[in-house]
C-alpha cells in the first residue's frame, strides 16, 4: 500500500475523524481564550477566567463582559454560520469553489440590508428578514441561470460570479445615490466586528443553533446527494426539493451573518475545502469541523485586525480576503 493509500485509509478512520474535531474545539478555545487577552489592554489568561466568573467591578471586567466576550462570541458565531452555508454549498452544487460570497448569495443580502441601513435605518430589525429574501432571491436567479437538464458546476460558479456583480452594482449604486450616509455602510461592506456587542450575539445565536440541529439532522441525505443525481434518484432521494432545502439552509446562515457583520467573504471556501481534504467529504463530520474551524478561524482572524495595527483597527474582512484570494487561485490552479 502507497502512501497515498495510507492516507486516505485514516482518513476514513473514525477515531481519526473525532480526534480532529477535538483538536478543532481545543483550537477555538484557544482562540476564544486569546482574543479577550489581547488588546489595548492586554490581561493574562488567568486573569480572564477570572473575571469571567467573578463580579469585581474592575476596568478588566468591564473591557471583557462589554467588549471582548461578546466579540469573540459573535465572530465564533458569524465562523460556524459561513463555514457551514460554504459546506452546504460546495456539497449541493458539487463544487469546491462554492462559497456564499463568491457565488452571490452574500451580496444578494448585502444589497437588501444595505438599503435599509442606508435608505430606512429607523427600520434596522428588519435587516435579518430583509437579507435573508435577497438572499433567497440571489440563489434562485443562479439557479435559474445555471439549469439547463442539470445543474453542473462550472456554470454554477459563473451563474454566481455574474449575480454577485450584479448586485455589487447595486449595492454601489445605493451608496452613490445616498452618499451622505455612507460611513455606516463601508464598514458593513467591509465585514466587521468593531463596536458589535450583544445585541448583534441576540441576533444571530437562534440562527446558528437551528442551522447546527438541521445540518446535522440531514447530514446523511447530502451524503446521499452528491454521489450523483442518478444514484441519489436511486436510492429514493427527492434529488431537487433536497436541493432546494438545503440551498434555503445557506442562505439562511449566510444572511444572518451578513446582518450582524456585513460581508465577510472567503470562509465558506477555505474552511469546508481545508476540512474535507483532512478528513473526506462524510457530512456527519464535515458539518462540526466546519463549524468549528470556521469559529476558531474567524476568533483568530478579528483578533489579528483588531491587534495588529493598535490602536487602529482593521476589518476582519480584509484579512479574510488576504487569506481567501490565494486560496481561490489555489482552486482554480488546481483545476478543480
Known amino acids: 500500500m502507497n502512501s497515498k493509500d495510507n492516507e486516505i485509509a485514516l482518513r476514513d478512520r473514525r477515531g481519526f475523524k473525532l480526534a480532529f474535531i477535538g483538536i478543532l474545539a481545543a483550537l477555538c478555545v484557544i482562540a476564544f481564550v486569546i482574543g479577550n487577552m489581547r488588546g489595548t489592554m492586554n490581561i493574562s489568561s488567568g486573569r480572564?477566567?477570572?473575571v469571567?466568573?467573578?463580579d469585581d467591578g474592575t476596568a478588566e471586567r468591564m473591557v471583557i463582559w462589554n467588549i471582548r466576550l461578546p466579540r469573540m462570541i459573535l465572530a465564533g458565531l458569524v465562523g460556524i454560520n459561513l463555514a457551514m452555508a460554504g459546506a452546504i454549498l460546495q456539497g449541493v452544487m458539487g463544487n469546491p469553489l462554492a462559497d456564499p460570497s463568491i457565488i452571490g448569495i452574500s451580496s444578494g443580502a448585502g444589497l437588501f440590508a444595505i438599503f435599509v441601513l442606508v435608505v430606512v435605518p429607523q427600520h434596522q430589525s428588519v435587516v435579518p428578514l430583509v437579507a435573508f429574501v435577497g438572499a433567497i432571491l440571489a440563489a434562485s436567479i443562479i439557479y435559474i441561470l445555471a439549469w439547463k437538464g442539470g445543474i453542473q458546476p462550472m456554470r454554477i460558479i459563473l451563474a454566481g460570479v455574474a449575480v454577485?456583480?450584479?448586485?455589487?452594482a447595486g449595492i454601489s449604486a445605493t451608496l452613490v445615490f445616498f452618499s451622505d450616509r455612507v460611513h455606516g455602510a463601508l464598514t458593513f461592506m467591509n465585514g466587521s466586528l468593531s463596536a458589535r456587542?450583544?445585541?448583534e450575539v441576540q441576533m444571530i445565536?437562534?440562527?446558528s443553533a437551528a442551522g447546527l440541529v438541521l445540518v446535522n439532522l440531514f447530514s446523511k441525505k447530502l451524503n446521499i446527494l452528491i454521489l450523483g443525481d442518478e444514484t441519489a434518484r436511486s436510492l429514493g432521494l427527492n434529488v431537487e426539493a433536497v436541493r432546494l432545502c438545503f440551498t434555503a439552509l445557506a442562505a439562511f446562515l449566510a444572511a444572518s451573518s451578513v446582518s450582524a457583520v456585513g460581508l465577510l467573504g472567503f470562509v465558506g471556501l477555505i474552511v469546508p475545502h481545508s476540512v474535507k481534504l483532512i478528513i473526506g467529504s462524510d457530512y456527519r463530520f464535515v458539518f462540526p469541523a466546519s463549524a468549528l474551524m470556521g469559529a476558531a478561524l474567524v476568533m483568530f482572524s478579528d483578533t489579528f485586525a483588531r491587534t495588529v495595527m493598535s490602536p487602529t483597527e482593521i476589518p476582519?474582512?480584509?484579512v479574510m480576503a488576504v487569506l481567501g484570494a490565494p486560496f481561490f487561485?489555489?482552486?482554480?490552479?488546481?483545476?478543480?
Not at 454577485?164 to 455589487?168: P, V
Not at 487561485?329 to 478543480?336: D, E, F, P, T
Open 48 to 50: 480572564v477566567f477570572e
Open 52 to 54: 469571567l466568573f467573578s
Open 164 to 168: 454577485s456583480a450584479l448586485f455589487g
Open 197 to 199: 456587542s450583544w445585541p
Open 205 to 207: 445565536l437562534p440562527y
Open 316 to 318: 476582519v474582512g480584509l
Open 329 to 336: 487561485l489555489y482552486l482554480l490552479r488546481r483545476g478543480q
